[in-house]
């Protein structure tokens, strides 16, 4: 238990981490070197105070990454107020994992949530459905705009909806189904990571990332049956007497993810700033907004200010990883090694685009084995390499880092979805890692081949 003075520092670090992403937005908008410089002294704050609160494992990569960095700015010579805007460089990517939960939170205010599951209940009353297939789905679906929290949602609803399931295989089909958004979704970090580090709106990618999500689905459905846990329990769930039809409609939730999506795309078309700002905008704005015109906006106020308190443990890893790979990068960005790696990996490669997209996608793949988090990869190859270098389009290493980012967290022990999928069916992230390795590999060679295919009929 932690003590109360402990307990206030905590919500105080919670409340801080939403004021740097307000921060971030609003010098988006209007360029202040002032507020840059403040958000990003409130990034080393974090930084500090989640050191003492997560892993042995991240705690060495962090403290890795802070000490390559300072050497690196202290060689370059770099100004100290440079190295301290290094701590705010991410938290463009760190506004997705506050701010979104804020939707995910209106949804559950509101009541959609809840009607959600009541209507899978109903169908499920009416014939029986196909538990896996439904499951993907949801996950699929709602998954675009809730991120992480449609795999616990989804997992949830099946257990209190479906009739009979096996409990991992089910929960396996849902982790597969989080990848397809992760390829395309405006609303994810990796996506929106890669927007900004090639400068691309997400129309330049969003098309050929939902064809290499369509491209996943089939893959997921053709080894679907190849999914066997040797001690998989299966659920049984008898239907309940008292069980009522809902009364209640999904129009009101399917009208707020509609406009609250097509706002997403026509803000990008209109404004002059990335899809990711445009993102965590819409999330800190819309939920307020609809909440008025739907008068619960003082409940909805009243769970914001508990999901806030609670905001630094949940992110701590995050806050933690991202804060430090940020630092990192701009660093990196300092030296010279953009062109030295380029050379190796070009030589390495033999100078084939195949071979180094494939050696680009493996190397995430093998690093995320040993705990090293896609972000650090991803900034350290796209800070770093010029597609230009290479003659290939931005928007070719863009799809190239959203592969790699997509297929290593499909089987890394240590990524967010894996670690959540274990716990929900209490197994370990390796013998979970060891179901999936065999799709996750699959996947990497096939959306690899297909982008590639693109190149050379001149798509991108």
């Known amino acids: 238990m932690l003590s109360e003075k402990s307990h206030r520092w905590i919500v105080l670090l919670g409340a801080i981490s939403y004021l740097m992403t307000i921060l971030f937005l609003i010098e988006n908008f209007f360029h202040n070197e002032t507020l840059q410089f403040t958000y990003s002294v409130f990034g080393a704050i974090l930084l500090v105070s989640a050191l003492l609160f997560i892993s042995n494992v991240n705690r060495v990569i962090v403290v890795t990454l802070l000490l390559i960095g300072s050497v690196c700015f202290y060689i370059e010579g770099a100004a100290v107020t440079t190295a301290i805007t290094g701590f705010g460089a991410n938290t463009n990517i760190l506004s997705l994992f506050l701010l979104i939960p804020l939707i995910g939170t209106f949804m559950s205010t509101a009541g959609y949530l809840l009607v959600l599951k009541e209507k899978v209940q109903e169908k499920e009353r009416k014939g029986r459905q196909h538990p896996y297939r439904l499951s993907y789905f949801l996950t699929a679906t709602i998954g675009i705009i809730l991120n992480y929290g449609s795999i616990a949602i989804v997992k949830q609803i099946a257990e209190e909806s479906f009739s009979s399931f096996k409990d991992k295989k089910l929960t396996l089909n849902i982790m597969r189904a989080f990848g397809f958004c992760m390829l395309w979704s405006p609303y994810f970090v990796n996506v929106g990571l890669i927007l900004v580090l090639f400068d691309l709106s997400w129309f330049d990618i969003g098309f050929y990332g939902f064809i290499l999500a369509v491209i996943s689905v089939i893959i997921s459905w053709l080894m679907f049956r190849k999914i ?148 650090i990869i991803v900034i350290g190859i796209g800070s770093s390499l010029s597609p230009e270098n290479f003659d290939v389009s931005p928007v070719y290493m863009a799809l190239v880092l959203l592969i790699a980012w997509a297929s290593s967290t499909q089987m890394s022990p240590f990524s967010g979805q894996v670690l959540l999928a274990s716990n929900l069916i209490k197994q370990s992230p390796t013998e979970l890692v060891k179901q999936n390795y065999q799709f996750a590999l699959i996947l990497a060679v096939v959306l690899t081949t297909v982008i590639y295919g693109f190149l050379l009929v001149g798509w991108i």
């Open 228 to 375: 066997s846990f040797a001690d998989d329990t299966t659920v049984e769930k008898t239907d309940s007497a008292t069980s009522q039809q809902s009364r209640q409609s999904l129009v009101p939730f399917i009208v707020f993810c509609v406009v609250l999506i097509s706002l997403s795309f026509i803000l990008d078309y209109l404004l002059d700033v990335n899809m990711l700002t445009v993102v965590s905008l819409l999330a800190l704005i819309f939920p307020f907004v609809w909440g008025i015109l739907t008068k619960i906006v003082k409940s909805y106020i009243h769970d914001v200010v508990t999901l806030v308190e609670n905001s630094f443990l949940r992110l701590k890893n995050e806050l933690a990883i991202f804060i430090s790979a940020g630092y990192f990068g701009v660093a990196l960005a300092q030296t010279e090694f953009g062109a030295t790696i380029s050379a190796v990996l070009f030589d390495v490669s033999f100078g084939s685009i195949y071979l180094l997209s494939f050696l680009i996608v493996f190397l995430a793949i093998v690093l995320a084995q040993i705990g090293i988090h896609p972000i």
